[in-house]
């Protein structure tokens, strides 16, 4: 009987690994359903990191399925922007996210960096308006392709390859229940993220969720 000796590298492309071997075949094992045992509907099987989830059937639609795919990418993305944003603040010694805005909710200026912002809350959500107005309008006009992974100059690293599209919804959809939990906790403890985690790690048994007071009813 000939054996097959796998090599070393694979690649993963959406929810299938494929493993080269030395005879020139090759392995295909593909990742399984977010469901053991669920078949993954036609409408998924393009799709990266899909997994078969769709228990509602609301992506049977072509048209909206396009809707949430591309509403899930950029989401994500503004996600990981976010926390990374909030924990990069935090650790440079710039405050939390939850007190940056009060100044500009007060009346006064926020600080970027140490450096007050010269613009009070309106003049802020005007120049968003007017600045996100015009690039979702440059967006908008482009094929659903193209509006999630535009390439070119948004793209000079060549990123948008089948592996890389899965670890970004990946990261993405972590980054998002990250944000939510970031509010949750919050609203919990009245504390920032690496204060939680820092006050957590010094005294694990005393400061977690079950000793906070708020997330178990009793």
Known sequence: ?????????????????VASVKNGSRTVMKAGNWLPGSETPSYLDSLPASYGFDPLGLGKDAASLKRFQESE??????????????????????????????????????????????????????????????????????DAEKRIYPGGAFDPMGMASDEKKVKEIKNG????????????????????????????????????FATNGVSLPW
């Open 173 to 208: 959809r972590l980054a998002m229940v990250a944000f939510l939990g970031f509010v949750a906790q919050h609203q919990a403890t009245g504390a920032s993220p690496i204060a939680a985690l820092t006050s957590h790690l010094a005294d694990p048994f005393a400061n977690n």
């Open 73 to 142: 990418v950029i989401h994500g993305r503004w996600a990981m922007l976010g926390v990374a944003g909030c924990l990069g603040a935090e650790l440079l010694g710039q405050g939390d996210w939850y007190s940056a805005p009060l100044p500009l909710l007060e009346g006064g200026h926020s600080q970027y960096m140490g450096a007050e912002v010269p613009f009070d809350l309106g003049t802020l959500l005007a120049i968003e308006f007017a600045a996100m107005a015009g690039v979702e309008s440059l967006r908008g006009g482009a």
């Open 1 to 17: 009987m000939m054996s097959a000796t796998v090599s070393a590298r694979s690649f993963v492309s959406g929810s299938v690994k």
